[in-house]
């Protein structure tokens, strides 16, 4: 297994966070090496994964093809980040900042990117990626797959909403 530093500890998670509100900037090399740790979680499950919360990774980090289930990038900002073919299944990615971001071809399954910024952002072919997971995000400019960028699933939730509201107003009227 690979030894950590205490100091690298804090950056991913596995120690006692920074005592600060304010995102730390990583270098591109922090990010490989905590990229690298959270395989030994994928292999061993009693380690815990990776989680770069509030972090501020380098603009352009290339991340493809990348195992990063579980990981936590809640609060990141991870502007023209190249995650294309990872896999985000279970990851998180709450109020991230992923302007610009290439996201195609990723496994989204159980991600969560409620109120994330992914203005500009590609998403194209993202496996399993649900509207509901997008719930208050910024995708403005965002390139969506098929289904979600229909939003089919909130025309269902209208139209379901448009009967129920006929179905009482039948009610009340009949009665």
């Known amino acids: ?21 304010e995102r730390m900037q990583l270098t591109a090399a922090e990010v490989y090496q905590g990229v690298q740790a959270h395989q030994a979680y ?12 509030a972090r501020i990774l380098p603009p352009r980090i290339d991340l493809r093809h990348t195992m990063l289930n579980d990981a936590s990038f809640r609060n990141s ?14 990851a998180n990615f709450e109020r991230a900042i992923l302007i610009g971001a290439r996201l195609a071809k990723t496994n989204c399954s159980g991600a969560t990117f409620t109120d994330a910024v992914l203005r ?3 998403l194209t072919d993202c496996k399993s990626l649900q509207t509901a997971q997008l719930a208050g ?3 403005t ?6 289904p979600v ?10 139209d379901a909403g448009a009967q129920t509201i006929s179905m009482l107003a039948a009610c009340a009227h009949g009665g």
Request: zero cysteines; a negative charge; aromatic letters at 4%.
């Open 149 to 158: 960028a229909s939003f089919e699933m909130l025309k269902t939730l209208a």
């Open 137 to 139: 995000s910024d995708v």
């Open 1 to 21: 297994m690979m030894e950590i530093s205490a100091r690298f500890g804090r950056l991913i998670g596995i120690y006692p966070p920074v005592a600060s509100a």
């Open 42 to 53: 994928i292999a061993d499950s009693r380690i815990p994964p990776l989680d770069m919360s």
């Open 141 to 146: 400019g965002a390139k969506l797959p098929g």
């Open 120 to 122: 500009g952002a590609d």
């Open 77 to 90: 900002e991870m502007r023209s980040a190249d995650l294309t073919g990872a896999d985000l299944t279970n």
